[in-house]
């Protein structure tokens, strides 16, 4: 089969799992536990399907493993912080009381 790859990916609680997947059918078959690095995972998924080629973060080629939250939390409070100073600014302007036409 060519459309044939092994992935590994880090669940919520820290633990490292993989999943073999026919892409031609959606055949999709997990591992039936979680490991305590990526290393142990992608060894185990090669001794699984060797010859499968095996995808996943970048520590699992050799590269640091990156942090994909921190850029979105820095850039959602910047953007929280922008907002609440601007409504903060704005409010006492838009309280003030206008004088009544007659």
């Known amino acids: ?7 590994v990916w880090r669940q919520g609680e820290g ?6 997947r ?15 690095s990526i290393e142990e995972a992608a060894r185990s998924a090669r001794q ?4 499968v080629k095996v995808v996943g973060p970048a520590a699992l ?3 640091q493993p990156r942090r994909p939250g921190f850029l979105r939390i820095v ?3 910047a953007t929280s912080t922008f907002a609440l100073l601007t409504l903060r600014a ?3 302007r838009l309280k ?7």
């Open 90 to 92: 704005a409010l006492p």
């Open 1 to 7: 089969m060519s459309d044939e790859l092994v992935e």
């Open 96 to 102: 003030r009381k206008r004088p009544r036409r007659r």
């Open 48 to 51: 699984a399907y060797p010859g």
């Open 22 to 36: 026919v892409l031609d059918d959606h055949t999709e078959l997990r591992s039936n536990r979680g490991y305590g």
């Open 61 to 63: 080629n050799g590269g």
């Open 15 to 20: 633990r490292w799992r993989w999943r073999y």
């Open 75 to 77: 850039l959602i409070s």
